[in-house]
């Protein structure tokens, strides 16, 4: 049945089915892939630390305002902010996301595209009898093909597709909740293995000794926009999730949870990638390819490992699906409720034309390679465009969450936030004021800091 605008809009059914969704939207790629690439690029424990830094400080309260504007309009991301604050650019915020989304969504696409390609390789036992160096050429040989990716990406954004028209409850909660954990459970299993390899404890100094003077400016906006990405944040996807939360849950302890929940699983990865890395003598910063290339080598070290590379990267992958479907229900919910298209027009078109941006990208990965002229004489590499989409997300975001704070901070009536806070009154929040200081004054000048000192190199 087509969701428009004359029945009451989808929610969910059940606390669990909040926190299952919101967590799905969290956990995804950027936890298992992102983050431990990231961390090898910027040097281990003393950006991680910056990070957690981040999460605390930004991403919590921040995630708690996307949460309440949301469901104080009972709107999508673009018509949040009109609703709030009408006849003002604020709605911008909303639009900014909407690029956000766009841009996120197409390499999102690309790399749960490689993920569904290792499913096929572990299942055809493919990782067996090879040494790291010929898993590495196996990588290689997957982003140079042509078509290959491709292919894959497709089958994935179809999925991604096909779990948003299925609609809100029955789409994104039922397989959230037995899943997700189960893959916390495979990790686990993977951590006891990786931290047991010889050779070890270079993975888990790089992971756990801090050593600040490897901690860069460039660094620091990578943490920061890694921050944003990790907890889905600064596009709307948690304002359009808020919009479904009934009005008697509490939306703070939800944030705590789910920030909790992602952060753990990102930790864990780590344990499990670092000391595989280090055992394997696989490069730190070997950048996007990092887990593809080193986990096999963990699997082929391990009894079971056949079974657990199978379910690790089935499972990764329902992770990435569970990430991607909150993406384009961001652009679906506006297209819906704003311009009138029904759900199966919005999901369609949305879901080619992004799909043709990645593959583009996916193409710009090893089997194209032009220069574009740009105004005034500058040249952009098209090699490396994929990169370039992720470094841009990671500024969009926290642009975004920049306005979404000050927008809870200043903007929206005292008394509205005070009431989505506190559950309509029902309990008193001792720690309103803090969450207020935080909104108003803290987040805003980190992110403010964070990227007045990638341009000018202060720290
Ligand atoms: N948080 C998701 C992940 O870590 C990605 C994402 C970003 C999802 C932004 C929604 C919005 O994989």
Known sequence: MENNNLQP????????????????????????????????RYGGAAFILFYLFCIAIIGLPVMLS???????????????????????????TG???????????????????????????????KFVGNT??????????????????????VIFMGLTAGVILGGVKDGIERYTKILMPLLLVVILILDVRAVTLPGASAGLNFLFK????????????????????????????????????GKKENLGETALQVTIADTA??????????????????EPGAGPSLVFITLPNVFNQMPGG??????????????????????LEVI?????????????????????????????????????????????????????????????????????GLFISLFVGYVMLDKDVKDEVSDSGALSVPWYGLFKILTRYVAPVLIVVTFINMVFGIF
């Open 66 to 92: 996307e949460f309440l504007i949301g469901r104080r309009a009972q709107k999508n991301a673009i018509d949040s902010f009109k609703t709030l604050k009408p006849n003002s650019p604020w709605y911008l």
């Open 265 to 282: 699983i990102a930790l864990l990865a780590g344990i499990a990638i670092f000391p595989a890395v280090f055992a394997f003598g696989v």
């Open 132 to 153: 790291p160096d010929q898993l590495g050429a196996m990588f290689g040989g997957l982003v140079g093909n042509p078509w290959l990716p491709i292919f894959w990406q």
């Open 210 to 245: 801090p050593d600040f003077s490897k901690l860069t400016a460039e660094g620091m906006m990578s943490a920061l926009g890694h921050a944003f990405f990790s907890l889905s944040l600064g596009m709307g996807t948690m304002i359009t999730y808020g919009s479904y939360i």
């Open 306 to 327: 056949y079974i657990f590379a199978i379910m690790f990267f089935l499972l990764l992958a329902v992770a990435a699906l569970t990430s991607s479907v909150s993406i």
């Open 332 to 400: 679906v919910a506006y297209f819906t409720e704003n311009l009138g298209w029904s759900r199966h027009k919005a999901t369609w078109l949305a879901t080619i034309a992004i799909t043709a941006v990645g593959a583009f990208e996916s193409l710009t990965n090893g089997t194209i390679n032009f220069k574009l002229p740009l105004y005034k004489g500058g040249i952009m590499h098209m090699f490396g465009f994929f990169d370039w989409m992720i470094e841009m997300s990671d500024l969009l975001l926290p642009i975004g």
């Open 95 to 125: 639009w900014l996301g909407f690029v956000a989304a766009v841009v996120i969504l197409s390499f999102y696409g690309v790399v749960a595209g490689w993920t569904l390609h290792y499913v096929f390789l572990s299942i055809a036992n």
């Open 9 to 40: 809009r989808d929610g969910f059914s059940s606390k669990l089915g909040i926190i299952a969704a919101a967590a799905g939207s969290a956990i995804g790629l950027g936890n298992i892939w992102k983050f431990p690439y990231i961390t090898g």
